[in-house]
């Protein structure tokens, strides 16, 4: 069996060489996802409104290969100043109040671009609701 990898598109991912999710069998790992919208930083400043538009992105990854927010057992969630945390926890336990999936928040030092305060991964299985 080989592993389904798709591209958001973004311009960086034949640089970096990435994909936005791979799936094999009914395992998906999507990569980390930030707010950029059109090539721009959403929400800049504002921790909760790029939580909202990161996790959409990472809900969009999943749609698009046959999985749900449901299917999600692990999340990592990089931020760029931990004292924000309870802004970034409260978004995502409105994505996933009810999956309730494993999960990790760490500072970082920085993300990609300055304005990025935000970046998530989630790991999914596919019937794990």
């Known amino acids: 069996m080989t592993a389904l990898r798709l591209g958001s598109g973004a311009p960086w991912e034949d640089v970096v060489g990435y994909s936005r999710v791979v799936v094999h069998g009914d395992t998906a790992w999507v990569s980390g996802t930030t707010a950029t919208v059109d090539g721009a930083v ?37 931020v760029t100043d931990i004292s924000r945390w309870e802004e970034v926890g409260r978004v995502h336990g409105e994505f996933f109040r009810d999956a309730r999936p494993a999960t990790s928040m760490v500072q970082v030092a920085a993300l990609i671009d300055p304005a990025m305060l935000v970046e998530i991964e989630a790991d999914a299985v596919r019937g794990a609701a």
């Open 42 to 78: 959403a929400h800049p400043g504002d921790a909760a409104g790029q939580t909202r538009v990161a996790l959409s992105g990472v809900r969009r990854a999943l749609d698009e290969v046959g999985f749900a927010l449901g299917d999600v057992v692990r999340t990592r969630m990089y």
